[in-house]
């Protein structure tokens, strides 16, 4: 059973534009989450996160949205640029020093 | 640079045939994760270390085992490889305090003949 989905396998968009992608959660003990960026023989590189205390984390062209109440958090890139195609997780933990639950990723391609 | 630091980058093993993956750390985290990633699918713990505190996934296989002989090394021993086991392996760091972010390595890839 996942507790951690990304129920788009992919995403298009135009270099410039917005890309925003999406994660659902199941269990309302996660405190925290975590956005990933892969690039193919590559390991999952940190990009941004968000404590549950909070509704919006942004750093640079990122930002996450969470929405508690809907289980739901987002992540916006503004603009998107070619560099920023990759596979993106989302991931959710309960507790600190403890295991990460991972989506099984968004590969999200920005042309030109 | 402070990093998370995988050997080899690529593992070729015959089926059976016990392997051990290697990971190191600059980074002085208290606590080193071993995933396994295959392909299309999202990164799965298989255990951790809290310092010396070894905490294992209740779904691991026996056929998995790790050791951490000190604060920067921690290693993944599979004991039989089998078809099934080839996948990415990914190590990953983190403080263990509240804003607890996980730092990964670049992974091994592991192919089983």
């Known amino acids: 059973d996942q507790q951690v989905k990304q129920n788009s396998p992919s995403l298009s968009v135009q270099e410039g534009r917005i890309s925003i992608l999406n994660c659902d959660y199941t269990n309302s003990m996660f405190d925290y989450f975590l956005w990933y960026k892969k690039y193919p023989a590559e390991g999952p590189t940190f990009l941004i996160s968000i404590s549950s205390i909070k509704d919006k984390n942004e750093d640079g062209r990122f930002t996450v949205f969470l929405n508690k109440s809907a289980k739901h958090l987002s992540l916006h890139i503004v603009p998107s640029q070619p560099g920023d195609s990759a596979v993106y997780f989302c991931?959710?933990?309960?507790?600190?020093?403890?295991?990460?639950?991972f989506g099984k990723g968004t590969t999200l391609s920005v042309s030109s | 640079d402070a990093m998370v630091i995988q050997n080899p980058r690529y593992q070729v093993t015959q089926f059976g045939k016990p392997v051990t993956l290697s990971c190191s750390q600059t980074l002085n985290h208290n606590v080193m994760y071993w995933y396994q990633q295959k392909s299309s699918q999202a990164p799965k713990l298989l255990f951790h270390y809290y310092d010396k505190d070894f905490n294992n996934e209740a779904d691991t296989p026996d056929n998995f085992q790790s050791r951490r002989p000190n604060t920067s090394f921690c290693f993944l021993d599979i004991r039989s490889p089998g078809l099934g086991d080839a996948a990415m392996y990914l190590c990953a760091t983190s403080t263990g305090g509240s804003a607890d972010t996980q730092y990964f390595g670049p992974g091994t890839r592991l192919t089983v003949l």
């Open positions: 991931a959710a933990r309960n507790q600190a020093g403890t295991a990460l639950i």
